[in-house]
DNA sequence: GTCTATACATGGATAGAC
DNA sequence: GTCTATCCATGTATAGAC
C-alpha cells in the first residue's frame, strides 16, 4: 500500500493500487513467457499467442500492455540481460588475470547455456537481422554484457605486457559476439563445440604464460611487437 | 540430350527429358529463392508463400520437389554451403601464416556479409535450435566451412611454436562459430562489429610476433608454455 | 484490467484440372 | 510438371462485454 493510499484512506486510491498491482504481475508473466518461448520455441515461433500460451494469459493482453508483439520482446530482452548480467557483475569485478576470465567466462557460458539465457540474444539478434524494429533492443541487451566483459579485460590488459597492443573495446564486443556463435553451434553440434571451448582454454593457458614470461623475454615480445605494429 | 535418348531418337524418351531439365530448374529456382529469402526475410518469414515468391515459382511445387518446406532448406543449406566454400579453397590453400590466414579470414568474411551468405547460416543455426529437423543439415553446411579452416590451421600450425599447444580441430570449430556470431552482432550494431574485427586484426599482430620470434625467445615461450601445462 | 468474439492475413499441405 | 482451388491451423489486431 502506497503512503499516499494509507494516509488519505480512500477506498478508490486502494483499488487503483491495486489494479496497478494486477496489471504489473501481468506484464511480468507476459515477459517471463516470452523468454520461455523464444528460448523453447526460437523466434520462427514466436507469437503473440505462444507467448500467451506460456505466460498463462490470454492472448489479447499482449496488445492491450505492450502495443505489440515487438514492444513485449524488446521488453523482455531488456529485462533478461539486466537480470542475468546483474548475477555476475560481483564475481567479475573479481576476475585480474586473462586466464581467471576466460575460466570464468567459459562456467558463466554453460551456466547461461543450461539455463537458455544466451539462447534468447541469439533468437532475437537472428530475428533482428531482417526485422529492424528488434535491433535496437537486441543490441541494448548485448551491451550489457559487453560493458562487463569490457571493464574487465580493461582492467587485465592494462596490467599485461599486451596492454598496449590489445583494444579492449573492441575485444570485448568479438568476445561477446563470439559466445553467441558458439551458443548457436552447440545447438547443431554438441561435441563438435566442446571441441571449440578445449582449444580455447588451451589457449588461455598461452596467453597466461605470456603474462608471467620473465622480464628479458616479455622485453623481447614487447619489441617485436612494436617492430611489427610501427610498419 | 541423353545418349540413350539420342540412340533411340525415341520420341518419348525425349519429352521425358525434357520434362527432367524442366523438373531440375524448377528445383534450382527454389532453392535460389529460399537462399534470397532467409537473407532477406529471416527464418521467421521463410515460409513455402515466400519462397515460392521469391522464385517465381508456385507454392504447391516446393511440397512437390521436396516434400516439405525443411527439406528444401536443408537442400538449400547444402548447396550454398558446397557454391560458397568452393570459391575460396583454392585461395585457402595457398595460406601459410596466421597473420595471412587471419587477413584473408576478414576478406572473406566482409565478401560473405555483402553477398549475405553467412547470413544463411546464421538463420538456419537459430532456426535449428528449436526445430530439430534443420540441424542435421544446418551443421553439414558448416562443416564444410570448418573443414576448410581446420586444414589451413594443421597447415600453418605445425610450423609454429605454438603448434604443439594449439588444437586446429577445436579452434576451426571456434573461429567458424565467432564469425557466425560476429554477422548476427553485425546486423543490430555495424560499428560494434567493425570495432571487434579490428581488434583481432591487431590481435593477429601479436599472433605473427610470436611466430616471428628468435630462437631464444621462442624457447623461453614455449618452455613457460611446457611448465603450464604440465601442471 | 481482463476476457470472449471476431476480422482478416498468412502458412502448410493436398486434390484435381490442365 | 505445373497451376488453381481449397482446407484448416496459426498469427495480428481490435471491439465490446464483464
Redesign the interface.
Known sequence: MTPRAAATGDKAARAAEAKAAKSAETKQKLIDGALRTL????????SARTIAAAAGVNQALVFYHFGSVDELLAAACRQGSQERVALYREQLDKVTTLSELLAFGREMHEQERAGGHV?VL??L???????QPL??A??AG??LW?AEIEKVLVRILSASP?GE???P???A??V???????E??E???PA??E??????D??S??A???E???P??QR??RH??R???RK
Chains 1, 2 share one sequence.
Do not use: C, M, N, W
Open positions: 528460448v523453447e520455441q526460437g523466434i520462427a515461433k514466436t539462447a541469439a533468437q539478434l537472428a530475428g533482428a537481422q531482417t526485422h535491433a535496437p537486441t543490441a548485448l551491451d559487453i599486451l597492443f590489445a583494444d573495446v573492441g575485444l564486443r568479438a561477446s559476439a563470439s559466445f553467441v556463435g558458439i548457436l553451434y545447438g547443431v553440434d563438435g563445440a571441441r571449440a571451448l578445449a582449444a580455447l588451451q589457449l593457458v598461452l597466461s604464460a605470456i608471467d614470461l620473465g628479458i623475454a623481447a615480445v617485436r611487437l617492430r611489427s605494429t
